[in-house]
């Protein structure tokens, strides 16, 4: 029965059609009639292919097919096919082409066809047609970049830091350095507090999208006669990423013989108590307003932030200046910043510095992509809402992972690398479990949420079959 409403509904389709491919038949035989007069040879030959394409499209349109007929299913099929390229490769008219550039031939490759028509001309007249056979300029076909391609046209057009900044921003934290050295020597110089330097990535040239922030670090000077280092696995919180400093021989060192023993709790050098000292001497005791006109800007002390953090307003940037205690002994650099929560005491190692210098080491051995690699990801990490925390340390670690397997760094291969890390950093958020490079026990992931580390692998995950959604 469907079948019945179905050829019956063509019937009286093709019925109705009847009348109106007449009048359409002798519409066409008027236009080719007098087409050559008013369009030239070639116009009149690009109208009546295109006539004959639309004429054989309605016919096949209003007659009766076999349904259940495979072979005119399939003949059908290729004749529509052949129609199609009927109507692609009817020559393109030059589009306001002016008289005395007609007098040159068109130069195009020998043996190859138009691609397209554009009808829109036939009705100018001030086109003046070429004759038949004349060959024609071809269009250049859009050209599609290659991952390569479009990670160095990235870096160079999104993530390159603004040269104003690149020397405006070290100047300038340089300078306030200065005034707070100076401070310190005048109101604490009980303190052996070492020279201050500045640290972080617009420095070594790792640095991406603005410089917008960067690390000034306080030398904590300690005697290695009165402190020792107690091993993150045999503290309270069993992370070998933090260490603790304990005050030993009070028996024959009294407490105070150090000039560090004010910042003492239950005989271990308190990173808390340390910030808290300094948090007040930054908001309260310094005359920001004064130095700030002295510089050529406004500095503001972040009061409400658990860090030791400048907000610097100039003129040409706005920078975020954070400063770190920090105490080297016996090979390690460990930073004041102990973890949130109840616990006190800790000193966090950090690893930065010898990223760095492991990366730049294995870029100078073999000429390698590393650092520029880094910087990429780095700048795709930081402008994700999913993947800030994976910026910096992760990325670095994981770079440096895929460099002991030997692969090719060279800058030619950086598509190749990028996706190499890529996934690497997928599997390592499988696991949930990313080792230190310089300490295996440490586990990178360990203060990422279990949310975090789903977003992330998602997010990374996608972008192993599309690396191109990283780089919008």
């Known amino acids: 029965m469907a079948a019945f409403w179905h050829q019956r509904g063509r019937r009286q389709e093709n019925s109705g059609l009847g009348s109106v491919i007449d009048g359409l038949g002798s519409v066409f035989d008027v236009l080719l009639a007098n087409a050559r007069l008013v369009l030239g040879v070639s116009g009149a030959a690009v109208l009546a292919i295109a006539t004959l394409a639309v004429k054989r499209l309605i016919d096949r349109a209003t007659s009766p097919r076999d349904e259940g007929d495979p072979k005119a299913e399939q003949k059908t099929l290729e004749e529509s096919w052949q129609d199609l390229a009927l109507i692609k490769t009817t020559p393109k008219l030059p589009k306001k082409q002016r008289r005395e550039d007609l007098s040159e031939p068109l130069l195009s490759h020998p043996g190859e066809a138009p691609t397209s028509c554009d009808f829109s001309l036939l009705t100018d007249p001030r086109v003046c047609s070429a004759p038949l056979g004349a060959p024609q300029v071809k269009s250049s076909p859009l050209r599609c970049l290659t991952l390569q391609e479009k990670l160095l046209s990235h870096y160079s057009s999104h993530l390159a830091v603004p040269e104003i900044q690149v020397s405006l921003v070290p100047q300038l934290a340089r300078s306030i350095c200065t005034q707070l050295q100076n401070f310190l020597r005048s109101k604490c110089p009980e303190l052996p507090f070492g020279r201050l330097f500045l640290s972080g990535a617009l420095l070594d040239g790792l640095e991406v999208l603005a410089a917008d922030h960067i ?77 700030g006109s002295l510089l050529g800007c406004v500095i503001h002390p972040v009061v409400a932030s658990r860090e030791l953090k400048l907000e610097v307003k100039h003129d040409q940037v706005e920078l975020s200046i954070t400063l770190f205690p920090v105490v080297e002994m016996e090979d390690k650099v460990l930073l004041a910043v102990p973890p949130e929560g109840l616990v006190e005491n800790l000193w966090l190692e950090s690893f930065y510095r010898a990223e760095v210098s492991k990366v730049k080491e294995l870029d100078a051995g073999d000429s390698g992509a590393r650092q520029l690699c880094l ?98």
């Not at 958020?429 to 580390?453: D, H, Q, R, T």
């Open 215 to 291: 690390h000034l670090m306080l030398p904590v000077v300690l005697d290695a006669g009165f402190w020792s280092l107690i091993p993150g696995e045999d503290t309270v919180v069993r992370n070998p990423q933090y260490w603790m400093i304990k005050r030993i021989d009070l028996g024959y060192f009294p407490r105070g013989c150090s000039p560090w023993d004010k910042f003492i709790v239950g005989r271990y050098l308190s990173s808390n108590v340390l910030n808290e000292t300094l948090h007040k001497l930054l908001v309260a005791s310094i005359n920001w307003p004064a130095i």
């Open 375 to 472: 910087c990429i990801l780095n700048g795709v990490c930081r402008s994700h809402p999913s993947l800030h925390k994976l910026g910096g340390s992760p990325v670095t670690h994981t770079i440096l992972h895929l460099s002991d397997t030997g692969s090719d760094w060279a800058e030619e291969s950086l598509a190749d690398r990028f996706q190499q890390v890529l996934e690497e950093l997928v599997a390592y958020l499988e696991k949930g479990v990313l080792p230190s490079y310089f300490n295996p026990k440490i586990n990178l992931f360990s203060e990422l949420l279990e949310e975090e580390i789903d977003e992330m692998g998602f997010v990374l995950y996608r972008a192993m079959s599309e690396p191109e959604l990283l780089l919008k």
